[in-house]
Nanobody, 127 residues
Framework: EVQLVESGGGLVQAGGSLRLSCAAS????????IGWFRQAPGKEREAVSS???????DYADSVKGRFTISSDNAQNTVYLQMDSLKSEDTAVYYC?????????????????????WGQGTQVTVSS
């Protein structure tokens, strides 16, 4: 059974940084892609970033240049480094996974395509 566990959320001042982690277990192959999504109160879930198993990364325009996604395959963990945080980054952040043998997942891959989701971690940016 695939499980995803996010951690690293918290309260930070605008301009600060946080690093989120997504620890994965139960993968039956090494061709999973990971996406980070966020959902603010009253808003739809939106994609933030994605990374394929060969390290190809992609970002939403709203976070490009501020967020960096990376993976540690030995630890089965994907990270989202968030710098220069803004109040509008406040949301619950989720990681999600899907098998992607052709490595085609990009940040615009819809949430409905993902098979597995973590429980989410709250990020609050105070202005």
């Amino acid at each position: 059974e695939v499980q995803l566990v996010e951690s690293g959320g918290g309260l930070v001042q605008a301009g600060g940084s946080l690093r989120l982690s997504c620890a994965a277990s139960g993968f039956t192959s090494d061709d999973y892609a990971i996406g980070w999504f966020r959902q603010a109160p009253g808003k739809e879930r939106e994609a933030v970033s994605s990374i394929t198993s060969d390290g190809s990364d992609d970002y939403a325009d709203s976070v490009k240049g501020r967020f960096t996604i990376s993976s540690d395959n030995a630890q089965n963990t994907v990270y989202l480094q968030m710098d220069s945080l803004k109040s509008e980054d406040t949301a619950v952040y989720y990681c999600a996974a899907l098998r992607d043998p052709y490595r085609v997942v990009v940040v615009t891959t819809p949430p409905s395509a993902y098979d597995y989701w973590g429980q989410g971690t709250q990020v609050t940016v105070s202005s």
